[in-house]
């Protein structure tokens, strides 16, 4: 059976990709997992894997062009499967057609009337939950619940006495995908710092901000946002002094931008006032800092290999760090962090 390769969606606010080049020409076979095409988008380069083993039967887009996200950009046949130029063009139209649908019966249930439970809507009502706390939903449902990363305690049910159903599940989770893919990167005024941010996810969700760590950005977390917004509302940001934020003349102390961070989160509204923080490296201890002068507006901290927990610190790196960026010092530099340096 024929496989349709699309364009990838790499990060939040990717809306298309360009086709820089073809590893492999129309007529060649593939491996399921090899390289098959050089995709750029506004933040990284990346090679897309074959999705199937088969023959690289058809090429839509060309190097050099552009595509938006999930548009075909070629086609797999399975080996031994031969189809003709018409039968090609009359699949790749149907896959087409099948995702135009799809996006319209989706903007149809987003500004569909919501209807209330506590109005007692007829036919949707909110699930019962046992006295040890269990939701009155289906096996499916609960199957389905756990792979989308849905909590069932959201989701209105449309079953005998409002159990959850697998549809119900359904409606949950490409509405939490619409949610994520409305993602729009944005700047924002924070004392006179222009600040480069990303935010997407359900907009009544637990919140967690992501903080990147020294050299990085919010495209630091580009492949592990869409997982978490399926389920939170989310926020990266490029700090001040990082990414496509300014870079004022000022104190760039971890307990600095900790306070930059809170004016960060005061500008973005009330909704911003408690959550959950997730930090990496510097943004560990901007975290950390976060956390020791607003205690209150802490849920939970998760740092990732963090600075600031210990006085162990290679000053070698550092004094790479601050040498002049030749590909020589920069080799020399990433080695260190990587486990294999045949990897840099």
Not at 22 to 30: D, F, M, R, T, V
Not at 145 to 151: F, K, T, V, Y
Request: hydrophobic share 45%.
């Amino acid at each position: 059976m024929a496989t349709i390769l699309s364009m990838p969606k790499w990060g939040l606010a990717m809306k298309r990709g360009l086709v820089v080049e073809w590893l492999k020409q129309p007529g060649e076979s593939l491996l399921q997992g090899e390289p098959v095409v050089q995709i750029e988008s506004e933040k990284a380069t990346n090679e897309v894997e074959a999705p199937a083993t088969g023959i690289l039967r058809w090429i839509t887009v060309k190097e050099g062009e552009n595509a938006p996200v999930g548009e075909p950009i070629a086609l797999i046949t399975a080996p031994g499967e031969e189809l003709s130029d018409e039968q090609v063009a009359t699949l790749l139209r149907e896959d087409v057609e099948a995702r135009q649908q799809q996006a319209e019966m989706l903007t149809k249930q987003r500004t569909a009337p919501k209807t209330s439970a506590s109005a007692g809507a007829a036919g949707t009502v909110r699930a019962s939950v046992s006295a040890g706390g269990r939701v009155n939903a289906s096996p499916a449902a609960r199957r389905l619940a756990q792979e989308h990363g849905i909590d069932l305690a959201t989701v209105p049910g449309t079953g005998p006495g409002g159990m959850i159903g697998r549809e119900d599940v359904l409606l949950a989770a490409e509405e939490a995908k619409a949610s994520a893919e409305e993602a729009e990167e944005q700047v924002i005024d924070v004392g006179g710092i222009a600040t480069h941010y990303l935010v997407a996810g359900p907009i009544n969700a637990s919140r967690i901000v992501f903080v990147h760590g020294l050299g990085g950005s919010l495209t630091t977390w580009a492949l592990n946002l869409p997982a978490f917004a399926q389920q939170f509302r989310i926020c990266a940001l490029d700090l001040a002094g990082a990414g496509s934020s300014d870079k004022p003349t000022m104190d760039y102390s971890a307990p600095s931008l900790a306070d930059f961070l809170a004016r960060f989160l005061d500008a973005l509204g009330s909704g911003w006032q408690r959550m959950s923080i997730v930090g990496h490296s510097l943004g560990g201890a901007v975290a950390l800092a976060f956390a020791e002068h607003y205690p209150q507006r802490i849920e939970r901290l998760v740092l990732v290999d963090s600075a600031g927990l210990g006085p162990e610190i290679n000053n070698t790196v550092l004094n790479l760090i601050q040498t002049e960026p030749t590909p020589e010092h920069i080799r020399a530099e990433l080695a260190y962090f990587f486990a294999n340096v045949n990897l840099v």
